[in-house]
């Protein structure tokens, strides 16, 4: 079970390769076996029939009464005449004259013509005799030929074939293996392009982009076509969705405007006065939802054509602070700490914001911060998380800008809105950021809330490529947007930003 957990986490070419590789040694091992077993047995019946036809031709001599002294006989074979007794009447030149290759027991096999193998030190050689016998002479006095070949050369034959095995078939494996893992990369190939195709559309803006079709005619093409119709199904119904929205916030701005015109002269002129102080409040939270949701759509929207810039974030921050000078709570800007650059006081009040101080509207501007994305969708979602916090603030609200390290990476930037309210508990800090959630009574409409704010936030934020979360500020509640820094030499061109992956800005929590 753990070998299978093992193969089971390995990538698919690994897993591939891995099981080719044990089909091929399995074959390897399966033919290699074959072919010795063969080459051998083809090895004794060679030496076994050379033996038996010399045999042949010594009991025709002796059938025909010819039969020189010695035998004749070619190469290293061994020949001996045995009379019924298992003497020896007469045999090759070097041949034993006085002890007989077989014994009684091993004679009887020769006549009935099995396969006997002998010691070689019967007739003075090194290494076992094939044994051959064919019966000849008269009826009245039979004898037997008996021809013996050594085997040692058909052992040396065995030990070249077995050695041959043993040193090509680990060679062979290599090369195959090495073959195989190519090969395989090369089907995959379009399978990866398919991959990184994928992972591409998923960041970039540009609904049109579609996944790389490869040229052949097999499952991965009709599965890159496939693939690619979903992605236009997809695109098409995100393109209505996102125009739908669009257009049913921009139609509802005209009705909105005249209610609220309406309300305003009615309870200026005093008509109705307390139907107006009653609408108005609603009519004005209403067109903020349907300026969120156009947000939002346009958000989702992809705009290849407006293009990204260098941003000084602690300039832009400043900017935005500065139109909170006369908001419920004082808005000030922190130094960042041994990461935050010099603080000026372009502003009015930015001393005071420096050091901590409490005057509503007093902002610090903290130099060299720059990013690279939209100012019109920075200043939107600073201002979301600006209005969020002073709603729900106590007595103040500080936003700090900084540099700080990444764990994986270069440094980032980094932009906390701390308020002093009651805090949002840490199991519902990841699901304010859904569209119209709402937590508690303190949270609720009344407090002028439209529920889209860090809806916003996070969409906004997310097209610049950087992550925004909540922590406990203790008291209230710190949102923290981490930017990815401009880079020199960067291109400002398209759509998409430079992206902080998951492990970013660990140290600047």
């Not at 051959?132 to 002479?137: E, N, Q, T």
């Not at 890159?224 to 695109?235: D, F, H, I, K, Q």
């Not at 610049?464 to 923290?480: I, N, S, W, Y």
Request: net charge neutral; charged share 25%; no cysteine.
């Amino acid at each position: 079970m753990r070998a299978w957990s093992w193969f089971s986490r390995r990538t698919l070419r690994v897993r591939l390769m891995a099981i080719g590789l044990v089909g091929i040694i399995g074959a390897l091992l399966l033919g290699g076996g074959v072919l010795y077993a063969a080459t051998g047995a083809a090895l004794d019946r060679a030496v076994r029939a050379e033996a038996r036809s010399s045999a042949q031709d010594v009991a025709v001599l002796v059938n025909d009464g010819r039969l020189p002294d010695p035998v004749p006989v070619s190469g290293a074979q061994l020949v001996q005449v045995l009379d019924a007794q298992n003497r020896v009447l007469s045999g090759s030149v070097a041949a034993d004259r006085l002890t007989p290759v077989v014994t009684p027991q091993e004679r009887s096999r020769v006549l009935r013509g099995d396969p006997v193998r002998v010691p070689g030190s019967r007739a003075g050689v090194s290494g076992p005799l094939e044994v051959a016998g064919v019966a000849a002479g008269p009826a009245g006095a039979p004898v037997l030929v008996v021809a013996a070949v050594p085997t040692a050369d058909l052992e040396t034959s065995r030990r070249v074939v077995r050695t041959l095995l043993l040193v090509a078939f680990p060679a062979f494996l290599l090369v195959i293996g090495a073959i195989a893992w190519r090969v395989i990369g090369s089907a995959l190939r379009p399978v990866e392009a398919l991959r990184q195709g994928a992972e591409r559309i998923g960041e970039a803006a540009d609904p049109g982009e579609r996944l790389p079709v490869p040229p052949t005619r097999d499952e991965v093409q009709a599965l890159a076509t496939t693939l690619n119709g979903m992605l236009a199904r997809l695109s098409d119904a995100s393109t209505r969705q996102r125009a739908f929205v669009a257009d049913a916030a921009h139609e509802l701005r005209s009705p909105l405007a005249t209610m609220r015109t309406q309300l305003e002269v009615a309870q200026r002129l005093g008509e109705d006065e307390w139907l107006a102080a009653d609408l108005l409040p609603e009519v004005e939270r209403l067109g903020r939802i349907v300026d969120d949701l156009l947000v939002l759509a346009r958000a989702g929207a992809p705009s290849p054509s407006r293009r990204l810039e260098p941003v000084d974030l602690a300039s832009l921050v400043t900017t935005v602070v500065a139109r909170y000078a006369a908001a419920r709570v004082p808005v000030t800007v922190r130094s960042g700490g041994r990461w935050a650059l010099g603080v000026s006081s372009s502003v009015p009040g930015a001393a005071a914001g420096s050091a901590g101080g409490e005057g509503a509207g007093s902002a610090g501007e903290v130099q060299g911060v720059v990013v690279r994305g939209r100012p019109e969708e920075l200043d939107r979602a600073l201002s979301a998380l600006l209005d969020n916090a002073v709603r729900h603030a106590a007595s103040a609200v500080v936003v700090e800008v900084s540099r700080r390290p990444a764990q994986d990476g270069p440094d980032v930037a980094r932009v906390t809105v701390s308020d002093d309210g009651s805090g949002i508990p840490e199991a519902d800090r990841e699901r304010v950021f859904d569209r119209f959630a709402r937590l508690d009574d303190a949270r609720d409409r009344d407090s002028g809330g439209s529920g889209l704010g860090l809806a916003i936030v996070r969409e906004l934020v997310g097209r610049h490529g950087g992550r925004v979360r909540l922590e406990d500020a203790g008291p209230g509640t710190r949102a923290v947007v981490l930017l990815p820094l401009e880079r020199a030499g960067q291109d400002h061109g398209g759509d998409g930003a430079g992206r902080l992956s998951p492990g970013s800005g660990g140290s600047a929590g």
